[in-house]
């Protein structure tokens, strides 16, 4: 171990590359696209030093083509969970005491080969597993994932350095404690950056962790989990189960070594989650640390002050970028009548002028959505929609399955503020206006702040400064992220640390600091150098 006090590098954002016409990112990413599509992988599940084939296997396919196989990935039972928990406990021994700055060394060595030699296949893997284009994987994948393992080692290094202050002939010091036993890490499909951070920063922090990632992810998590090995991670700090997520859940809650639980999800099932550790309090050594960043309803209000056109390229950009699969989705869209005319003939004239297709074509900006029952459950709401009385879809509304799970990006317009579409999480592409009256300002800003239970994202457009500083106060606590003039989607890790609250999550902002602390246990040593021999205080004499 080395005596030095080592400052780890200051981090900067990975730069989004162009993947225009003729550039090397784009050659690269449909060789490693085609080679991965006509290859058959076999994904075991990771426990320890152990690659396990269960033989209980599921097929993966790309949901724009989902009748071709990409492989298999092989699932655990509940003596796989008790092996993986048992795995952490060994890991845990010499991973706990690894010094910092060795276990910084091998995030950011993860982060290197992200941005070097895995790029291409982390973003070609993303592109066939979550169908992303090949930007959004490349904002995604490859950029959201680097910055996060650069600046999480960074937050790392700024969490050890804060230190209390000593009094006189005493020295106070606070040790970042890993959590004693193992954290359990479960991810959505949408995002393989987050996919990649909730476990690593875990990781990072000292502790040992159970990853479960979602069945609809699995194929390019194993890019993660090829990188996280290439980087020097040693066997058993991260165990990868896949499987059915009930069972691995209540196995895994069922262990008194449970320290905590890194979700991002949505809103049912974290409630569940929290709800069964509640049930089983008793039997842990620890209060599990619960951090989870869920469902939202995001929305955006637009002023009559608003510049129309970035308004709609905010709503096209907010509601349909990877088909509306952003947990920051614009979903709800509030215009006022004197200008709703032009902004949705101008949405009209836009939306039209998008593709929809493969990602391996790269003029779709849509391409399809996830899986069959996502696919059925915006079918179904749109069937609804036409039904209703108070809603009308007046841009978009087909949907095909026959070779992907295609829906074309659709508005709904409603006369109903409180419709069932402007409150319930849809995710996916399809968002409703509704149009008020200009005078109406004040309580449409409140309907925005009590329609939903979430508070993820929001934005509002307006070129008025006090029509802004007077609307920011009112929507103060239905959005953990706000966003003036701009989409609400698309954060950026150091620069936009991410998560909302009510229904939303803990709000403990990935990618930041704050996340990083609900991973550390401090402990206070205070020192006394000559210590007080007679325990009478001056004021007894
Ligand atoms: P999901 O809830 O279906 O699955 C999330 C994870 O939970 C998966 O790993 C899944 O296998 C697991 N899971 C499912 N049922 C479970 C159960 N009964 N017990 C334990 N685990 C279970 O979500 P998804 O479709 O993968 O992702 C979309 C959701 O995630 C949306 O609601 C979205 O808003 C949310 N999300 C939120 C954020 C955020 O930062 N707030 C980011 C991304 C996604």
Redesign the pocket.
């Known amino acids: 171990m080395s005596n030095s006090i080592y400052k780890v590098p200051l981090p900067k954002n990975e730069k989004v590359l162009s993947y225009k016409n003729g550039s090397n990112e784009k050659k690269l990413v449909l060789f490693e696209y085609k080679k991965m599509l006509n290859e058959k992988v076999e994904i075991p599940i990771f426990i320890g030093k152990n690659k396990i084939f269960t033989g209980n296997t599921e097929k993966m396919s790309p949901p724009h083509d989902h009748n071709h196989t990409l492989g298999v990935y092989h699932k655990c039972n509940s003596s796989h969970v008790k092996d993986a928990i048992n795995s952490c406990l060994k890991a845990k021994k010499k991973w706990s005491k690894m010094p910092w700055y060795s276990r910084a060394s091998i995030f950011l060595k993860a982060a290197e080969l992200i941005a070097g030699p895995y790029r291409a296949k982390i973003n070609a893997s993303t592109m066939l597993a979550q169908s992303k284009t090949a930007h959004q994987a490349e904002i995604d994948s490859a950029c959201e994932l680097i910055d996060f393992l650069r600046f999480n080692v960074y937050y790392m290094q700024q969490i050890y350095s804060n230190q209390p202050e000593s009094s006189s002939g005493v020295w106070n010091k606070l040790e970042y404690r890993p959590l004693e036993g193992f954290v359990y890490a479960?991810?959505?499909?949408?995002?393989t950056a987050?996919a990649g951070n909730l476990p690593s920063c875990v990781a990072m922090m000292g502790n040992v962790v159970i990853w479960?990632?979602?069945?609809?992810?699995v194929f390019s998590a194993k890019i993660i989990i090829d990188v996280f090995k290439e980087a020097g991670l040693p066997n058993g700090v991260i165990n990868v189960i896949f499987g059915d997520?009930?069972m691995?859940?209540n196995s895994i809650i069922k262990s008194k070594d449970l320290s905590g639980i890194h979700?991002?999800?949505?809103?049912?099932?974290?409630k569940?989650?929290w709800r069964k550790i509640g049930q089983n309090i008793d039997i842990y050594k620890s209060y599990p640390r619960i951090v989870g960043?869920?469902?939202?309803k995001d929305f955006i209000i637009a002023h009559q002050s608003a510049n129309k056109e970035a308004l709609v390229s905010g709503i096209i950009r907010g509601a349909f970028e990877f088909q509306g699969?952003?947990?920051?989705a614009a979903s709800r869209i509030y215009i006022p009548k004197s200008i709703s005319k032009t902004v949705l003939n101008l949405l009209k004239k836009e939306i039209k002028t998008l593709k929809m297709g493969s990602p391996e074509s790269f003029n779709n900006f849509i391409t399809s959505v996830?899986h069959k029952k996502?696919f059925e459950r915006i079918k179904k709401t749109i069937e609804k929609i036409k039904k209703d009385k108070d809603a009308e879809i007046i841009i978009g509304g087909n949907c095909n399955s026959s070779k992907g799970y295609f829906i074309e990006p659709t508005i709904v317009l409603t006369t109903n503020p409180k419709y069932f579409t402007m409150e319930k999480?849809l995710?996916g592409p399809l968002a409703t206006v509704y149009i008020f009256d200009d005078k109406d300002w004040d309580s449409t800003l409140k309907l925005v702040d009590d329609t939903s239970i979430y508070a993820?994202t929001g934005a509002i457009y307006s070129q008025n400064r006090y029509i802004l500083e007077k609307s920011m106060s009112k929507l103060k606590n239905c959005a953990g992220n706000f966003y003036i003039n701009d989409k609400p989607t698309g954060a950026v890790v150091g620069q936009q640390p991410?998560?909302?609250a009510r229904a939303?999550?803990t709000n403990d902002k990935?990618g930041s600091s704050y996340n990083l602390i609900r991973w550390t246990s401090p402990r206070l040593i205070k020192e006394t150098f000559v210590p007080e021999e007679n325990y009478r205080y001056p004021f007894l004499e």
């Open positions: 479960i991810t959505p499909f949408n995002f987050i479960k990632p979602s069945d609809y992810q997520p009930e691995i859940t979700y991002t999800g949505s809103t049912e099932v974290f569940s989650i960043e869920t469902g939202g699969q952003k947990c920051s996830i996502a999480e995710f993820l991410f998560g909302g939303s999550g990935a």
